[in-house]
């Protein structure tokens, strides 16, 4: 069974992301609105970085006979 | 609730820092004001009172407000002993020493330093048309500073709690 707090972690990440980018857009930094849109990317994959490793090990199982 | 209590005392302490880091820009365009009439009044102990440097300093240091009296003071205590050289050094030293008292940037200091570079090495004439001249780059030091302080100083408020948020989320 999923987690479901993780979705909405992800989520709610994701949100805070936009704000923080719509911000420094809005103040005329966007080179580093583009560094922390890159940020948010990185973290949400290190929230889902086991999940997916889980995923792979699952599916090398499935086909090893 | 210990969790709780840590994630609201981590949103508080970064919407904090975002609060202290806008004010910072606020103190800057306050502190160039207070240079610029400063220095207005030293343009007039100079070629209205005809003062010698360090009074006309510790006079100006008397009618300024923190830090800039403390800059004016030292400068004067240190061009009455002469410990310095000339007038650029003792400045120099003066805002060594108050430095963390000041939220300047390098610029708005070369401006100030350049005048001190010139100060006392030729007739009133010279004099006036390099006060002139500083006057006008602090105007445009005190233009950029406004301006930057308007665009920025919601900026850092709303990022400082938007950083704060993310953390929050990310430990829970």
Redesign the interface.
Known sequence: MLDVSLLF?IG??GI??I??DK??K????EDIAVVANLAGVI?ILM?VINLVSKLFTSVKTLFQF | MIKIIACAVILGASTVAGFIYSERLKYRVFQLNEVQRAIYQLQNEITYVHALLPDAFKSVAQKSKEPIRELFNRTSELLSDNSYENVYEAMNSAINLIKNRIYLNSDDINVILDLSKTLGESDIEGQISIFSLTLANLKKQIKISEDYMNKNIKMYRYLGFSFGATIVIVLI
């Open positions: 972690k709610a990440t805070l992301i704000i923080i911000i420094l809005s103040g005329g930094k973290l929230m």
